[in-house]
C-alpha cells in the first residue's frame, strides 16, 4: 500500500526540555503549539506542495540554557517563511533568562542596546531599499518602528563566545524568510 507522501516533505526534530518544573513545561507547551501543531495539520489536510522543517540548537553559557527553535515552511507558491522562537533559562536560579537579565550579564545599557539595534536595522532597511530599486522584492523595514525597541524584543539567545543574539524573524508574523540578527 503507497500513500502519496511525495506531495508534502517533512522533517521535523522538535526539541523536549527535560527539566520539571512550571517554566520549563511552559516553554514545552509553547514550542508544541507552534511547531507540532503544524507538522500535524500539514498531515491531516493532505495539502499537497509543502515542504516543512524544524530544527533547533541548544546553548549553555554562563549557567544559561539558550534555546533556539527554527522551522521553515514552503506552502504552494507562497514565499517560503522561516520562523525562530527562542527560549532562555537561568540553571541556577530556576527561571526564565529575561532580555533585560541578558543585557545586565553583558554589562550593555538599554540606551546602548538600542542604538546598537537601530544602527544594525538602519543598515538592513538600506540594503533593503537599494534592492527594491534594483526590482527585487523585499521585506520592507522601518527602523524607528517601536518594534525594534528593546524593550519589545522577543527572540534572543545567548549563543557561542557568549554572544548575545537579538533575531527579528520576520517569518514569525508574515510570508518572508527575511530576517535580521543583531549581535552584541
Partial sequence: HESKINDF???VNIPYININNDVIEGFNNQIKETFEKKAKSILNSKNSNVIYTVDY???VSNNILSLVVRSTLKEGTNPQRDIIQTYNYDLSNQKEYTIDDMLQLKGITKKEANQTIKEEI???QEKSEELQ?????TYARDYTNDMYSIN???E????EDNALYIIYAYGNENNTNEMDIVVM
Avoid: D, P, Q
Avoid at 156 to 159: N, P, T
Fill in 122 to 124: 538602519k543598515k538592513a
Fill in 156 to 159: 534572543y539567545f545567548l549563543g
Fill in 9 to 11: 516533505e517533512i522533517e
Fill in 57 to 59: 540548537s541548544a546553548y
Fill in 133 to 137: 530599486k534594483l526590482g527585487y522584492s
Fill in 152 to 154: 519589545n524584543v522577543t
